[in-house]
């Protein structure tokens, strides 16, 4: 029966960016009702988690593995909601293989927790009460972050979300909420201990971008525990794309709308709030105002200060956090090479994933250090008698843009041959064996993603940055928010669903 009373007109809301983090909060704020408009400036959504072809290999372009998708994972609790089905996905087991230098018999990380302890008993003698450790730590982190809290809060609302996940478990960290992973190996004497210190040091560079010495020990916990069951990291069918495809239909399942190549050139405020945008349409080169009650950037937080076309009575609002931002110690590039191959190039028993450590000298990153992503025969990556090899290093992204395009090409060619001989003392690779062969760097990700001179994984997970003492999704201009691996908690498919959950929770909570 109808009674007259006017509806409600639904809250306009534009996101900045379709990386995964974008796609989901589009997604989720589409099912709960918002009219969303998603605009990004690329071809294809997915951002650091998309792909590209070339002569029928499919390469992930970043992101190579997905976790969050175990029941009551991150990844299938949206798709619940979304009422989607998941990927297809097999789960990574050993999760990597870590080959330390000089040595020709890798470090598994095996998925079966019983397993894994057995192997690190093994390598790393001696070493079982700081593994001890952090699962203890592990357990009650997790525990905590089921129960959805916000971090860091910025309202009354947030605090109440972030004291309501708090219980007596959570309790047990809150005395090594300050230390670094390198902090609780002196508890033990291990910090003397190069072979585990090293393998640390690569572990942990993949998923908080700094080395033991700096990365926060409860972020570490995490991340050195997220690979074993009943969580895991997963190896979708068909390429990281399908993630994205899911997501975008979605969205769209529910009314929201994706428009690719439209660059966001600008956010404009008003009297302390965001109020719209300045969109290109790239195809027509056709320039729009397009205005929004709430805008959710799912850029990297060195963007978002450069979107901002800021009035003059919200210069002081934003002034601290400018100047936070500018302070960030610098946040890294990847050199990606991209290899199609012949089978025969593969060893027999390759792990899906690998990383290599080729010698103790220089910095890690360098180019010293290779991840390594291979695909499996039947994944939807490779014809048949064919495969796929991804290996990536980080890199200081200031030297990639800096002198002339002969320095740039000489700097790539150097990487890429290096690449190809380091990944040649595992893989068969000739000019008979390698089908195709491309690369990446920081200027490319600049390019295809819009990320600040294309640095990758966020800002660190240090203890000034991480949890409590991070960017927030809520910034200090009124409806502009923040989603992504600038904020907590950190980078991955998985940590950047989780920001988007937070932020669509406290956006729903302020409309209704």
């Known amino acids: 029966m109808k009674t007259g009373l006017p509806q409600k007109q639904k809250s306009r809301v534009i996101v900045v960016g379709a990386g995964i983090g974008g796609l989901t909060a589009g997604a989720l704020l589409a099912k709960r009702g918002y009219d969303v408009k998603i605009y990004d400036q690329a071809i294809a959504p997915g951002g650091c988690a998309s792909t590209f072809k070339r002569r029928d290999f499919i390469f992930d372009v970043g992101a190579t593995q997905v ?16 009422k989607i089905e998941p990927p297809t996905a097999t789960k990574c087991d050993p999760a990597c293989a870590v080959f330390l230098p000089g040595e020709s018999e890798p470090i598994h990380v095996w998925r079966d927790p019983i397993k894994w302890q057995e192997e690190r008993q093994k390598q790393f003698p001696g070493s079982e009460p700081f593994w001890q450790l952090l699962n203890k730590l592990f357990t009650a982190s997790w525990k905590f972050q ?3 809290p916000v971090l860091p809060p910025r309202n009354l609302w947030d605090f109440w979300q972030l004291v309501s996940s708090v219980r007596l478990d959570t309790l047990v960290t809150v005395p090594f909420t300050l230390m670094t992973v390198t902090d609780a190996l002196k508890l033990y004497g291990l910090a003397e201990d190069q072979r585990l210190k090293t393998f640390l040091d690569m572990q942990l560079k993949l998923y908080s971008q700094v080395s033991a010495d700096e990365t926060a020990l409860l972020y570490a916990a995490t991340a050195l525990a997220v690979s074993q069951a009943p969580q895991g990291l997963f190896h979708l069918q068909g390429s990281m794309q399908v993630l994205s495809d899911r ?3 979605g969205l769209e ?5 994706l428009l690719m190549r439209h660059s966001v050139e600008e956010i404009q405020t008003q009297q302390g709030k965001a109020v719209s945008v ?3 349409d790239q195809k027509t080169d056709k320039i729009s105002i397009e205005h929004a009650d709430e805008i959710v950037t799912n850029v990297t937080v060195q963007n978002l200060v450069k979107l901002l076309n800021l009035s003059s009575d919200n210069q002081s609002l934003f002034s601290g956090y400018k100047q936070r931002v500018d302070k960030l110690p610098e946040a890294s590039g990847a ?7 012949k089978q025969a190039a593969i060893p027999d028993d390759c792990s899906p994933h690998l990383q290599f450590l080729y010698d103790y000298e220089g910095v890690i990153g360098e180019n010293n250090s290779l991840f390594v992503s291979v695909s499996k025969p039947g994944d939807g990556r490779a014809p048949e008698g064919k495969a796929t090899i991804i290996a990536s290093s980080f890199t200081d992204a200031k030297i990639w843009w800096q002198g002339t395009k002969e320095n740039y090409e000489r700097i790539k060619a150097q990487y890429t041959q290096e690449a190809i001989a380091r990944l040649g003392t595992y893989f068969n690779l000739t000019t008979e064996t390698i089908i195709h062969q491309e690369t990446a760097t920081p200027r490319t990700f600049a390019k295809y993603t819009a990320r600040d001179r294309g640095i990758v994984g966020g800002i660190g997970q240090r203890i000034s940055t991480f949890g409590p003492f991070g960017f927030a999704s809520r910034t200090p201009i009124k409806n502009l928010w923040l989603v ?10 998985a940590g950047v669903s989780y920001s988007a959950l ?7 909570a302020m409309n209704n």
């Open 278 to 280: 300045i969109v290109r």
């Open 67 to 82: 976790a969050g998708l175990e029941p009551g994972g991150i990844h299938q609790r949206i798709f619940q909601e979304l």
């Open 247 to 249: 997501l975008v239909a």
């Open 484 to 493: 992504g691996d600038s904020i907590h908690p950190g980078e991955g498919t």
């Open 146 to 148: 089921g129960r959805d």
């Open 502 to 508: 937070t932020l669509v929770r406290q956006i729903d």
């Open 335 to 341: 050199f990606v090479i991209y290899l199609g191959v």
């Open 253 to 257: 399942k529910y009314g929201g709308k």
